[in-house]
Structure formats: structure tokens, C-alpha cells
């Protein structure tokens, strides 16, 4: 009697196992978010290596990064 219900526990914990990690739900989220973050890496890269050619240009791109910042946190708001 013991092993059958110990071999039942284990069948149906198996079973919501299977279940909690075939599930698919927010993985577009996930991905979406990861390639925010690589893209936001990249223009900082870009930010990093431009100012060191010159300065102006690494000024210029995050001017131009703030304005769009403002810009879409403006049009959230209103």
C-alpha cells in the first residue's frame, strides 16, 4: 500500500511539473524585453566609442536619445 500511493504522489508531481514548464505563456515578453536590452546596450557601445573619437558626436547622440525619451514619456502622459 505504502508504494503504491508513494508511486502515485510521484506520477501526479511529475504531472504538474510537466505542466508548470510546458507552459508558454509570456515568453514573447521575455524576448521582446531581451531584445530592448540589446539594442539599448548597442547604442551605448556606440555612445562609448563615438565620444572617445569625438566628443561631439557622443554629445550629439544622446541629446538626440533624451529628446526621443522625452518625447514618448510626453506622449504616455497626455
Known amino acids: 500500500m505504502g508504494y ?5 504522489c510521484a506520477s501526479h508531481a511529475m504531472e504538474g511539473w510537466r ?4 507552459d508558454q505563456r509570456g515568453q514573447g515578453t521575455v524576448e521582446y524585453v531581451g531584445i530592448v536590452v540589446m ?3 548597442l547604442v551605448s557601445a556606440v555612445g562609448v566609442v563615438a565620444s572617445k573619437w569625438g566628443g561631439d ?3 550629439k547622440l544622446k541629446d ?10 510626453a506622449q504616455l502622459v497626455t
Not at 4 to 8: T, V
Open 64 to 73: 538626440g536619445l533624451v529628446k526621443a525619451i522625452k518625447k514618448l514619456v
Open 57 to 59: 558626436i557622443g554629445a
Open 4 to 8: 503504491r500511493f508513494m508511486g502515485w
Open 39 to 41: 539594442v539599448a546596450l
Open 19 to 22: 505542466r508548470l514548464t510546458s
